[in-house]
């Protein structure tokens, strides 16, 4: 677990491990690098590294924290209040997208951190969530009351299971999971605006269950 460093000097310290791990990553690649290399690139001790982060994957959930951190500022402005459902979830992949693209070759390593359930993975969650949340609120028309509160949960997992696709894509920088994530949100704005209907609202819990279930059955996999 990444520790908070509470001096600027510790700060500092921290940040040249993850830019080192970074460069250390490209030029010898992820499997590779040890973290060994990365503190004696970095010019730390050993136990010094360890201090800031416990494993290699440890500083990639930071870097996956970061990343989200940046898509949530650049993401903000574009939600303003007025967007339909549909603008704001696209702006939403759209940000995501454009914050991880380079970091493409790390998406099985990211999805690792997904599925932990340390304080990152919290951390994360919280940033993905008030992500969707004012997506949801800026949204004009507002979707429907039945679903409005539940609507965040829904369109967070379901952007980490669309996450999952790009992790793994394979096509010319990755336009597969780019055209599916475009075409993905009509269908879920589509999908929110019907469950005005009693009966499509009580499918979108089922759904919603669905989703919820099958993530912490793997979560509960990855931990074995």
Known sequence: MTIQPRTLKGQETQAKLLQTALDCFAAEGYKASSMRAIAARAGVSLSHAYYYFSSKEDIVARLLLNLRTEQFERCRSALDEGNTLESNIRAVFTSGLS???????????????????????????????SLWEKAVSGARPLPPLGIRSDLPKFLSLLSRQLFSVWAYDQSANQRRSLLLMDN?????????????????????????????????????????
């Open 99 to 129: 914050v991880m693209q380079p970091y493409h070759e790390f998406g099985p390593a990211f999805l690792k951190v997904l599925l932990s359930q340390d304080q990152v993975d919290n951390e994360l969650s919280a940033v993905e969530f």
């Open 184 to 224: 993905a949100a009509p269908v879920a704005a589509k999908f929110a605006v019907l469950c005005r209907l009693p009966v499509v609202r009580s499918l979108f819990a089922d759904v919603l269950a669905l989703m919820d279930s099958g993530s912490s059955v793997q979560d509960h996999q990855d931990r074995q």
